[in-house]
């Protein structure tokens, strides 16, 4: 078993939809966890970062952590076109230097 | 300034050739990596610097050699490399007490 699951899709929605995008992990050590977006060829971008078990907002986006089900989601509401990119879940243990555990990413293409 | 930046942005070597990626932040952070990323797969930890000295080597082959010459910049030597190597090679930092790992745009690499 993976320590990060996460379907791969692809996920097509129309624009202005509301997109949920989620991982599991079996490693209950892990305590940071991060959102990032990358476009084809390119290096990923962090979106979103959050300690334990919470949810916070940034814009359009609202990422979620639910550590008792060890299951984390990033919520994009109304989404765009320039949304159409590979959404990657990552998590780790510690900060500083140190391993960071990856989702396989959700390919998303959001339709004008 | 929060960007990590690489040199070149492709490069395309034979497998007798030598040659060196880049990689620079002024972020003041501490901690650099190296990651390996074949096509729809996550990226895969290489190495990490912490305080210019190397803290994780992912079992990497030893045709692929790092080096940190100061706490902004990572070097990644390349040698005999073999056409399975072809890949988008990332780089990344973190610095702080934080664990947020910010990307660079990467090299894309091809072993003919």
């Known amino acids: 078993q993976k320590e990060v699951e996460q379907d791969p899709g692809p996920l097509s929605v129309p624009e202005g939809a509301i997109v949920s995008l989620n991982c599991t992990y079996s490693?209950?050590?892990?305590?940071?966890f991060m959102w990032y977006r990358q476009y084809s060829r390119k290096g990923p971008e962090l979106l979103m970062y959050t300690y334990s078990s919470g949810n916070k907002e940034d814009g359009r986006f609202t990422a979620q952590v639910d550590k008792s089900s060890k299951y984390i989601s990033l919520f994009i509401r109304d989404s765009q076109p320039s949304d159409s990119a590979t959404y990657l879940c990552a998590m780790s243990e510690q900060t500083g230097a140190n391993n960071l555990f990856f989702g396989t990413g959700t390919r998303l293409t959001v339709i004008p | 300034d929060t960007e990590v930046t690489q040199t070149p942005k492709h490069l395309v070597m034979g497998m007798t050739n030598k040659k060196s990626l880049k990689c620079e932040q002024h972020m003041g952070h501490r901690a650099m990596y190296w990651y390996k990323q074949k096509a729809k797969k996550p990226p895969e930890l290489m190495f990490v610097?912490?305080?210019?000295?190397?803290?994780i080597n992912e079992s990497v082959p030893s045709r692929f050699s790092p080096e940190c010459p100061n706490s902004s910049l990572l070097n990644l030597h390349l040698h005999a490399l073999q056409p399975e190597d072809s890949a988008l090679y990332l780089c990344a930092s973190t610095g702080g007490g934080y664990n947020e790992q910010f990307f660079g745009p990467g090299t894309r690499l091809t072993v003919l």
């Open positions: 610097y912490s305080y210019e000295k190397l803290s």
């Open positions: 490693n209950s050590a892990f305590q940071y």
